[in-house]
C-alpha cells in the first residue's frame, strides 16, 4: 500500500511537470527553480516506484501468472513511449514544430493519464480484455491528449 501511494505521489509530480512546462511555453510561468526540481524528480519517483510495485506483484504471485497480464505489458509499452517523449521534449521543445510539440505533450500527458487508469482498473487485469484492446485506449488517449494540448499550447510565432 506504501508502494502504490508513493507511485501516486510520483505521478502527481510528474503530471505537474507537464503543466508546469506549458505553462512556462504559454508565458504564465517564470522560472521557479524548486518546483521544476521538485516536478523533475517525480519522473525519478515513478521509475522507482513502479519498479517497486513490480517486485512486489512478482513477490505476491508466481513470475509465470504476473508476466501473463495484458495489462502489465500495455504498462510497460506506454513506459517507453512516455520516457522516449519526455526525453525528446526535453530536448527540443523549445525548437521544435507545433505539430511535433503538441504530439510530444500529448504522447506524455496521455501516459500518464491512461497510466493512472490502468493502475487503479484492477479488474481489468488477468486477461479480461486482450492487449491490443488495451493498446486501442491507449492510442485513443494520445489522440484526445494531443487535441487538447493542440488548443491549450500557443501557436508558435514565425522565425
Known amino acids: 500500500m ?3 501511494f508513493y507511485h501516486v505521489m510520483a505521478t502527481v509530480a510528474a503530471m505537474m ?3 508546469h512546462f506549458a505553462r ?5 510561468e517564470n522560472s521557479h527553480p524548486f518546483w521544476r526540481h521538485v516536478f523533475n524528480w517525480g519522473e525519478t519517483h515513478l521509475w522507482i516506484s513502479g519498479a517497486i510495485l513490480i517486485g ?3 513477490y505476491l504471485s508466481s513470475l509465470a501468472e504476473y508476466l501473463n497480464n495484458p495489462k502489465l505489458w500495455t504498462k510497460v509499452s506506454l513506459v517507453v513511449l512516455w520516457a522516449a517523449a519526455s526525453y525528446a521534449i526535453r530536448r527540443s521543445s523549445r525548437s521544435a514544430s507545433a505539430t511535433r510539440r503538441n504530439l510530444l505533450f500529448g504522447i506524455s500527458s496521455g ?6 487508469f490502468l493502475g ?21 488517449t494520445i ?12 501557436p508558435l510565432a514565425p522565425a
Open 111 to 116: 501516459s500518464l493519464l491512461y497510466g493512472t
Open 2 to 4: 506504501l508502494a502504490a
Open 56 to 58: 512486489a506483484g512478482i
Open 120 to 140: 487503479v482498473a484492477k479488474p481489468l487485469a488477468y486477461g479480461i480484455l486482450p492487449f491490443p484492446w488495451f493498446l486501442a485506449g491507449f492510442v485513443a
Open 24 to 28: 512556462a511555453l504559454r508565458g504564465e
Open 17 to 19: 511537470a507537464i503543466f
Open 143 to 154: 489522440v484526445l491528449c494531443t487535441l487538447g494540448v493542440s488548443r491549450i499550447l500557443p
